[in-house]
């Protein structure tokens, strides 16, 4: 009984936190670590060791627990995610500021990260103040639905690696916190990518913006 609790307890944790991170884990490689790291979980718990009927009774109503808290969690997710505590341990989620300007942590490298919904879909962002544009990787392209192969790319970027081709697209939302950007022209890289980019085109209309030791304040003059 243990034994499927635990299998229970795990499928719900990964569930969640692909919902909560479905970009950690958009590349094949990715999947297939995952996959294995489940099945590597789930056969440790498949062939364990029997336990007596009142240790596994204990261990049932532990990761009863482990599920339930889970699921509460969930429930107060909107509300987690816009904390500071939230900040702390997820940096590229915006704090929400009392007069609608959003926070961002510093990354140990010492840049700021944003998640943005595109399009209704989750999309980690790097800010670069150096990038005019909103430049999306090929493979957050694919995420919200733009197929790569089929665009024409006539832009052209300056980059640490040289030069490389750009499509032009319109983005039908781009939302981060509580700014909305309707029908927001961006681009595609034609390389591959580390991570998309938020550039000053973005950067501008969501308002002023300013760096004050590892945290990053943006649309404050909203």
């Known amino acids: 009984m243990n034994r499927i609790f635990f299998l229970i307890a795990i499928a719900i944790l990964l569930a969640f936190l692909t919902f909560q991170f479905p970009y950690a884990i958009s590349k094949t490689d990715d999947k297939i670590q995952l996959v294995y790291s489940t099945l590597i979980l789930s056969v440790i718990a498949l062939f364990s060791r029997n336990l007596p009927l009142n240790q596994t009774v204990k261990y049932s109503l532990i990761w009863l627990a482990v599920i339930m ?3 509460f969690a969930y429930s107060y997710k909107d509300e987690f995610l816009k904390s500071r505590i939230a900040a702390e341990l997820l940096p590229n989620r915006a704090i929400i500021m009392q007069d609608g300007s959003i926070a961002l942590r ?44 089929t665009l024409s790319y006539t832009r052209t970027y300056q980059t640490a ?6 499509a032009a697209i319109t983005l039908n939302r781009l939302q981060i916190g509580d700014f909305v950007l309707d029908d927001f022209p961006a681009s595609v ?21 300013r760096v004050d030791g590892n945290q990053m304040i943006i649309g404050s003059d909203k």
């Open 69 to 71: 808290a889970i699921i």
């Open 189 to 209: 890289n034609k390389g591959e990518m580390g991570e998309s980019l938020l550039g000053m085109s973005a950067l501008k209309k969501l308002g002023s913006f």
């Open 161 to 166: 690696n040289g030069a490389t081709g750009g």
């Open 106 to 149: 510093a990354r140990e490298n010492g840049h700021f990260y944003v998640e943005a919904k595109v399009n209704g879909v989750a999309v980690n962002f790097m800010i670069d103040t150096g990038a005019s544009d909103v430049v999306l990787s090929r493979l957050d392209a694919e995420r919200i639905g733009i197929n790569p192969e």
